[in-house]
């Protein structure tokens, strides 16, 4: 009984086939397709470390990352100037999670900016609520922590590698489509030429 080839025996029968002769039965088109394999095989291990550095890259940044948006963030007292008319705003609100009111805050100092506001809770009208807002005063979300840095940074990279892996999967699956259809051109061209030998009808003639 033949042992199992060794990975190493494996890679080197697919760079033969791929770059050397596979056999005497080996053709172009089998070697086309051991190619597309061995390509494919590149590309995903591509994608995955591709993958690997965009998630080490935005794990180590995701600190700073995280003090600059502290730094530019900022949380801020608003004065609810009354609820937002339903009527005006029914594609708006349809959506929301909350109350949506009118809102008007001060910032920087001397910059009044009134804008909806989608409250999570009622309040009541004079009342005030905190807002988060960039050092222009305009709305902002709220600054995300270290480990929220870290999560958003290895979805970036697990992201990555899906659409590497996608797009390359999806080429070789239209590389296989046209190598399919070069098979059966070879394959009929092929039996064109055979079978009036093998069935007999070219002797038949032949005899008649």
Known sequence: M?????????????????????????????????????????GLLGALLTGCALAGRGVAAAPLRARAEAAQRH???????GPVHQDAT?????????????????????HTVERRFDLPTPAQTGS???????DAGRLADAPRGAAESVLL????????????????LALHWLHGRVLRRRTERYWA???????????????RRHGS
């Open 128 to 134: 005030t609520v905190p807002v988060w807002v960039d």
């Open 90 to 110: 029914a594609v708006a609100t349809r959506f929301r999670s909350g109350e949506l009111v009118t809102v008007r805050w001060t910032y920087p100092a001397g």
């Open 153 to 168: 940074a290895l979805g970036t990279g697990a992201g990555g590698w899906l659409a590497l892996s996608l797009l390359g």
């Open 2 to 42: 033949r042992p199992d080839p060794s990975p190493d025996h494996a890679m080197g029968i697919l760079l033969r086939g791929a770059f050397g002769h596979g056999g005497p039965l080996w053709r172009p088109l089998d070697r086309a397709r051991t190619r597309a394999r061995l390509l494919l095989l590149i």
């Open 75 to 81: 949380r801020v007292p608003a004065e609810v100037l």
């Open 189 to 203: 061209a092929g039996w064109a030429a055979v079978e009036p030998h093998w069935s007999g009808r070219l002797r």
